[in-house]
């Protein structure tokens, strides 16, 4: 659930462009990390102070500006002064509560996203079962890109990284447009191990729906369901977002790109195609989960209903031959007691018989 | 229910622009407070009469006049007259049943807005427990914003006020476009404290559904549900009017404060995903309701068919025996008490056993 | 189940344009009335034959011909001739099986409205629970408006024509486009008091669902949900009616008008919201309903497992020790009886405490 | 079932524009007639061969050539041959299982529609309650309209047919794009008729329902549900069509016509709004009968609940007195007897007050 | 399940356009078929490198070059390099997991495809009753076209093949575009085999549903809903995609294709439309299904409650008069015993004509 809305009371009132931090606190202290590349050199460092950004703006090179941790908001503020964002951005970068979209400044491009992940520590089960969402954003200038994460350890870009460290590939010959293209597939890419492991679980649940539906089953569907709203929500606005960067007419994306980005947008859809798939899915193993409970109702009325019917109507007959008339002629008879007996069996038989052919056995 | 629509009956007929009240009144005596500044200079006072208002129209500072309690149509009136107000706009401001809208007159715009609270008496649960509505009007001209509110005590422009009184900020150096934003900012921003409210609602009501489900369970989701119908019809509409706003051709708004209006129209995509989500799992607890009643009764059902099951026919059994046949052999044997008794206690075994196999106990 | 399609299979084959009347004969003979205004002046008649309305067409004053009983094919016939209509219009003006539509055919527009009411008659209390539809057809010409109804006593055109007669207000200042609209917005207005009253009815019904479900409320949702149904198709056409004549070309329609236009459009939407409220409100009422049933057979079930499970067992008890062995050792003990009544105590008391920890108590 | 998709397996790998039937062979022998006509001159006669129509393609009155039987391909061939048909169209022709559709070929306009009706044939009950469909293709060029028919007796053109040769009305004197109206026009006014007895039935079907539910009830919902699956099929496409041909840009199709094309409009409007509201009414039916069966299970519970409850106590407290214990004083009693009938009588008494207190009786 | 995603985890973090085999490998090597022909030559062989394809790049004629078997990333990789394919393009063709797109490189058109078909062995009933699925991809150049198959054996080519052979028909005359779109045509075409097939099957378990539902027939509709969504997935973005080439601005396509471009979407709609009937059909089922539920628990709730209602009173009155009162009259009397037999008897009686009224009967 709180997963779902996260607290942002106390921002209420505050005049627009006030930074102020929303959502959990992730690390201690933020973390700078600045790669700089052009086709033939290569950068990379740990920045101590956010100062040591700044000279990376003027230089002609591509420049990656990575920040994990928007709680401390004097590194927001200062490079939102020394690179001239727009005080709206900077609040949206503070606050973890953004839906994925993308905003074009004119000399920047403001893009927010959603990177999910399982959490990886497996100590506490309920909680690994739920996909946790770190919110990037993305600034792409002209000539850099600036990404802030939340600070929780681990990201998906150190493939990225990579690739720029050896030289191989197209990354190192392009612009910030490709880089910040490249961050983005990192994100959707990742989201393909998330369906994976959903898809997994649902055939988990679905296998124990044909061979032992328990109340946890509809638990589990339940949670799954939870889950598809939870990564809908994260997934949906993308397709806009993409579509805008691919179509859009900012001069900050070349035309080499945009089949890239195509290609990117191809995969969310792909992503959302499965996400409504998934949906699909578990209404259907609601449903097939409700008629097993009535099956089983059925089931357990029918061993009643044969009990019920076979031995009240012969309790019926025994008690008649409990009466204490003076006056029973069949009491005396020498062999009233076996007739009796056999009549019962008789009775018995039949009814098995009955319910037999009403193909209750 | 009476949330949901209002007596307007009394207006059928009328010819249109014909000022009539509709809605509770919610004040004794209409308020109205006048604040004028520019960069320089600031003034803040309450009005006693309309008239006094009169003379800001045409001063080149910024003017916001803020009325509370529309059943004073008299207020109404004069203000329409004096700054030459189109009647249908002022019959709009009188009417308590509009649906949030933006409608462009050339010289001024019009938005009528809802502003979202929970009662704040707690003296009556089932009240406090209702979202309710005051209709805020809106009127922004050149050099001056109007705004009518239906007269309830409190409302979330304070902190505007007091940035208009500080001094500080952006709101001072602005024209009254960036005024209307802010207002129409801090009742977007309120929405977000409904929503958490709700959200724990939800959260409530779902622990509530795992623990122990009662039929108030049921009401309660039945109750969101329909907060759920009245925040819908409330914010719905906003989506539209402010896409208007921001992308309208109006001279009044200006460049600078269309990038304030795109963030409150995020705002309220965000608050309408919030909604949608909210309803999924408002209809998701449903079904677990429903599944959890069938469950109970299959749980109420085994217990009587297991009872039932192992009784019945051991009751037949010492109804054999009860006969008053003169010749029943088994009477006489010296064990055959403790046989039947025996045989008795096996066959109750046996069946314990096959409900056990069955896993129904 | 009349409501929703009427006969209209024997005009299956006729040539189109050729005039039938299909729908209920509503009066006797056709009534026509005259009012003939401008700023000036104002004439107010009832035509005996249609010819006396011919003398109109070309007087430069605004001329609002109203025909009560649309039976009377001839006079629709003369009318066409002679203000040269299109044999396709005169069709849907018979036919009043029409959806609510708006076509321009240049020289004038053609209007077909539902005017909606709760018959008077209380007699018959089935019948007046259900609403019901009148069809208006408008011809608006450069300087006349001719309405068609369908003949029913009454109509919520009174306050127009009152207006007109006394002379205040803006109509007679305005031409025959302010007409039309005067009259579709009485029209429109008189939805609101549908509106309200089916709110009542809902408020009952839910209160109802709470206190008592009864099949009969099971059956009211019905009645209710299909009333939404035949409102629905009434106002849901009207939105893009109102819309096309709002924005629409035709330069019958002056630009002040257009202002009033969108007025009502605004109504048609408050309108078709509030039946979306309604249709969203119901189908939660009945989920409850269906969830209160049940629940109801839950809890006859405990009674009966209850019951079943305390005495099934003793029942048994007391069958032992009526059993006729000889040889029964507790038989001869003197206090034999007691403990077996005694124990029998225990056990359903036991059953007795068992069940309140169950929560079935 | 078999309605819903016909055998075309056989078809799957031959070129495309290769002529192959598919659907029932309807009639033996294909049956040709022409009708030739201008506004002086009339000409009607049925051909043997079907090189017998070639003469009218270029004659300048309009010829109306309808075929009776699409499974005579050398007729569709050699049709398509001097007419210079495109293989495509032919192909369209001569399978059966087209959904409405048109296709503006620049010189010729194709049209494909369906022909609904209910098989005249009351011998077997089941299949005279099915809607049947024959497939209609329109072929309307410059002087000619080519028909194709299934072959199936009887079509709704008579009515047209009948007023080409009075010469009455505007056929006569128009061309063929409005004669190609005329016989869609019939087509579509003969869908009312459908709609008017499935509007019966469902009426009847519901009074059922209020009557006496049985599981026949259910078949009967379900039955016209997938009546109107058929119907939606057939009618759907048509809404585009129709708007296609009226406000597309073929210079076959007069202005004259397009004010007839938007009558027909209306009309498939009109019966896709009744089909929704079938549709609507239908699954409210589905709602009530679930519940009504509910309900009844309620009502047996009941009772079995009163008969058990109210027993199963009685029994136990005779099965006391059945005992055979030495030592039980109440045997001995005088009145013992009488009082234990008493204290039962009592006992079951209070039950029902009980049970009318709950309403359970 | 397995079905609707596949492990793409291993790609997560490289480069785009990195050469990455998704799915399972169908076959041992690849087979690599080239046809080159025009209206007057033709030339057809099987080549053992993919170097044997480079010459017919450059050749005028037309080529069709078919690749059986994805996993060999060298054959694609070295095609990319010769025909100048963008490295995207490459990546994808190597993806299985590719939804139905088309994308136009400008030299060259991407389309990929889905080839649906029930897999041949009889062997496994569970395996040979889901549709597979086989990816196709097609780049069609201005006069080559080159198909890549996942290899599976077989495919729906090979009328394609034999018309190109013969010479006959339109095939050889047209150039690449035509080709394309033949094997476009003969996928789409197969589509109404497996729809005709899944046909079947629908009716089959229509008819068990009413003969005798089981819980296999909820399993059976669970199966075909899922075939549903499968299919689903693989035909809706199909109409994008041949939309998009009907009416795409490509030279690559000629205004002659594209007629049968606009058949082929046709054909689409049609597809689109029945899986949509087929889902309503199996929803409508469902409901059925679960109503049959109910309806047998009714019918076993019945024979409990008659049998219980029946018997349960009288083994009370049986009880009576085997109470061990000493003073007890009727068991003095002469005709007594016969007396409680005739009343039982009439009770019982009485109590089957009440259960007949009230049809329990």
């Known amino acids: 659930m709180n997963r779902l809305i996260k607290k942002r009371s106390e921002k209420a009132g505050l005049p627009p462009g006030t930074l102020v931090h929303i959502g959990e606190k992730k690390t201690e202290k933020a973390k700078i990390t600045i790669i700089d590349y052009d086709e033939t050199q290569f950068e990379e460092k740990e920045a101590k102070t956010i100062e040591e950004c700044f000279p990376f ?113 197209r990354t190192r010959k392009m612009k910030s447009d490709y880089l910040a293209y490249a961050l983005v597939d990192a994100i959707v890419d990742s989201y393909f191990l998330i369906l994976e492991k959903l898809g997994e679980k649902i055939e988990d649940t679905e296998e124990e729906l044909v061979t032992n539906p328990a109340s946890e089953t509809l638990r589990g569907i339940h949670h799954l369901k939870r889950e598809m709203i939870f990564l809908r929500k994260s997934v949906w606005p993308l397709r806009e977002v993409l579509s805008c960067l691919e179509r859009g007419e900012s001069s900050l994306i070349h035309a080499t790109t945009r089949i890239y980005l195509r290609d990117v947008y191809d995969h969310t859809i792909q992503i959302i195609d499965t996400i409504e798939t998934f949906r699909d899915m ?49 009491l005396k008879w020498r062999w009233g007691y076996f007739a009796v007996l056999g009549i019962m069996a008789i009775i018995g038989v039949w009814m098995l018989i009955y319910f037999r052919k009403k193909r209750w056995l």
């Open 282 to 330: 578990l209404s259907g193993m609601l449903d097939i989960y409700l008629s097993s409970i009535s099956n089983k109702m059925n089931q357990i009325m029918k061993v009643l209903t044969i009990i019920a019917t076979i031995f009240i109507p012969l309790t019926f007959i025994v008690g008649i031959y409990g009466m204490n008339f003076e006056y029973m002629p069949e």
């Open 57 to 169: 703006k003027d230089k002609p090179t591509t420049t990656w500006i990575n920040i994990e941790g928007v709680h401390e908001l004097a590194i927001i503020e200062k490079i939102g002064e020394h690179f001239g964002l727009h005080p709206l951005l900077l609040e949206d970068v503070a606050n973890t509560e953004q839906r994925p979209k993308m905003e074009d400044y004119g000399e920047y491009i403001f893009i927010v996203l959603k990177m999910l992940f399982y959490p990886p520590d497996p100590a506490d089960d309920e909680k690994a079962n739920e996909v946790k969402a770190e919110q990037v954003s993305l600034i792409l200038g002209s000539n850099f890109v600036i990404s802030f994460q939340e600070g929780i350890k681990g990201d998906v870009f150190d493939p990225v990284r990579e690739r720029i460290r050896n030289g191989k590939g």
